[in-house]
């Protein structure tokens, strides 16, 4: 079954940093592109960023541009987001999923059980 499992979520103060982990299992990982959505407390899913299936290809919604940086390893079957100098604004629980089709914009049905960052002083 297809499977994909957050970590690397926390508490930081604003200015700090964390890596978040996607593990996923149940697919060939490396034939589709990957998302990170987040939801912020009271609001709705957000799309943060998208990676391609060869990572060459790397997306961002305009808030987190210059500080957050996605990747894969698809050797391990992993999806990472490196979040720098995180802001309050940044507080949601992260989620990676998995589009239904290649690129940018496309609908997603399934996603993890999320992460929880905290970003507050």
């Known amino acids: 079954q297809m499977q994909l499992v957050e970590s690397g979520g926390g508490l930081v103060q604003p200015g700090g940093s964390l890596r978040l982990s996607c593990a996923a299992s149940g697919f060939t990982f490396s034939n589709y592109w990957m998302y990170w959505v987040r939801q912020a407390p009271g609001k709705g899913l957000e799309w943060v960023s998208g990676i391609s299936k060869g990572g060459g290809g790397r997306y961002y919604v305009n808030s987190v541009k210059g500080r957050f940086t996605i990747s894969r390893d698809n050797a391990k079957n992993t999806l990472y987001l490196l979040m720098n100098s995180l802001k309050p604004e940044d507080t949601a629980r992260y989620y990676c999923?998995?589009?239904?089709?290649?690129?940018?914009?496309?609908?997603?049905?399934?996603w993890g059980q999320g992460t929880q960052v905290t970003v507050s002083s």
């Open positions: 999923a998995r589009p239904q089709r290649d690129g940018l914009g496309q609908e997603y049905d399934y």
